[in-house]
């Protein structure tokens, strides 16, 4: 059930949108009304959560039925004593899925409001709560411990500090506030504290604010599907291109038993840093990060030694996860994008720097595995069918396991190469209506169904390299 308006996108980059989700190939498949219907099914649905949370256990330290009677203690406390159903996936053994509750519509709103910036809301709508640097506009009189109702600025529009906002705000639920709005906005160094707990989000969804830290990963679903697909190995060397913030490098050495070598690369260092602190956590001593930008990852002079340092030696991998940087516009719940079309873009020349650094990278027969988390055809499909041109010694393979839908027509892939691909549509399916009830009389396939399909817009391709470049 739809709640919140679709996401509000710049005239200019919905109309680029549109063009490719009725583009000829599709309109001649689905026909005009159709196609038009499902691109607007996307715009609302990607301003509505997932209905599932998920979390990838770290099976390197714990196995995964203890963590999930661990977890099982965790949400009883969280929830006052309701008992949600943790799902184990069955096609990827170490994901716990936990459906999201809501719509909930019978919350009172409050005469107190806060106003928190829109990144805040999205967090808040997977089951954050409200920390102190995101509150953007509090009532006049608030004091700690009122009970507040809690509304996302959407569009960007609110003054910070201001005293109340009549622009354009959606309601996700009532908290309990920790801090008078005097504490908030009295113009000391930024508080870093909670500052609002939620006690009545429109959905309820678990926190894991420091919630078995060692143990769980948060991950959203074709993100924890990515490394299985990549399918690493113990003792081989594996190459993860654009890194952070590690859920995925830390997934690899996971599955290798965190045997063999796991190089991380990401040009930012605080990211890098973080990187190597989830690494620690968890226990993985595989990893080795690296501050380095990915498109000069390949070492062109063979003289000098780096001893293991990027620049790599050409066909240095045996796996390559790219896992590029993207338009991000598959990410649920996002209610509004303020990007033009020039920064839309710019990220398909980017992707395609990084994409001919890991070929030349990967051994032969090694594999490669390109993934976003966006929704345009620019930088999923039109990638894949420029590199099977680009390169001939790479293959299209099919993927293991196949969970989401195949690829989007529109760049001259064949039906067969479509199929090898996984796309995640948060079109494909209606948006539930869930709450206690409707859980206690779900079967376990229909919640493994919609936690499968009603995710976050996601694109995965698998390569495989036949010779040598």
């Known amino acids: 059930m739809s709640v919140f308006p679709k996401i509000s996108l710049r005239p200019e980059v919905e109309n680029y949108l549109k063009e490719a989700f009725m583009n000829t190939e599709i309109v001649m498949a689905l026909g005009k009304q159709e196609a038009e219907r499902k691109f607007e099914t996307l715009l609302k649905h990607l301003s509505h959560p997932p209905s599932f949370t998920t979390v990838r256990v770290n099976t390197h330290l714990a196995s995964v039925q203890h963590v999930k009677n661990l977890l099982l203690d965790e949400l009883q406390k969280q929830f006052n004593g309701l008992s949600l159903p943790i799902l184990q996936h069955p096609d990827l053994q170490d994901i716990l899925l936990i459906p999201v509750i809501g719509p909930r519509k019978n919350i009172k709103k409050q005469q107190s409001e806060a106003i928190v910036g829109a990144q805040c809301g999205n967090a808040v709508l997977r089951g954050a709560h409200v920390y102190a640097p995101g509150i953007v506009s509090a009532s006049k009189f608030m004091k700690a411990g009122d009970v507040i109702s809690v509304y996302s600025d959407i569009k960007g529009k609110c003054k910070k500090g201001a005293r109340e906002f009549d622009g354009t705000k959606v309601f996700l639920g009532n908290g309990i506030s920790e801090l008078s709005r005097k504490e908030i906005f009295n113009g000391l160094p930024e508080l870093k504290g909670m500052g609002i ?12 604010d420091n919630v078995l830290p060692r143990y769980l990963f948060l991950q959203n679903l074709p993100s924890a599907l990515v490394t299985h697909v990549l399918n690493p190995q113990p003792g081989e060397k594996i190459l993860d291109l654009c890194a952070a913030p590690g859920g995925k490098t830390t997934h690899i050495a996971a599955l290798m038993h965190d045997q063999g070598e796991v190089i991380a690369l990401d040009k930012i260092f605080s990211k890098v840093e973080k990187i190597k602190q989830n690494a620690l956590l968890l226990g993985l001593n595989s990893i080795r990060a690296f501050c380095f930008d990915g498109t000069k990852a390949v070492k062109l002079d063979m003289v000098e030694d780096t001893e293991g340092e990027p620049p790599f030696l050409p ?111 948060p079109s494909a399916v209606p948006l539930p209506d869930t709450d206690m009830d409707s859980l206690r009389e779900a079967r376990r396939e229909d919640m493994l169904h919609l936690a499968n399909k009603d995710s976050i817009g996601f694109f995965i391709a698998k390569f495989v390299k036949c010779k040598s470049t």
């Open 197 to 208: 707990r939620m006690t009545e989000p429109v959905y309820l969804s678990p926190s894991f």
């Open 315 to 425: 066909e240095s991998f045996d796996r390559i996860l790219l896992d590029a940087p993207c338009s991000g516009m598959g990410q649920r719940p996002n209610m509004a994008c303020t990007w033009s079309l020039k920064e839309l873009a710019s990220y398909q020349p980017l992707q395609r720097k990084l994409f001919t650094a890991a070929v030349q990278l990967l051994k032969p027969e090694g594999v490669l595995v390109y993934s976003t988390c966006t929704i345009t055809l620019a930088e999923n499909e039109e990638q894949v069918a420029w590199a099977l041109t680009k390169f001939p010694c790479l293959q299209l393979q099919p993927q293991e396991p196949q969970i989401g839908g195949e690829g989007m027509r529109g760049a001259g892939l064949s039906c067969e190469q479509l199929k090898q691909l996984q796309r995640f549509d």
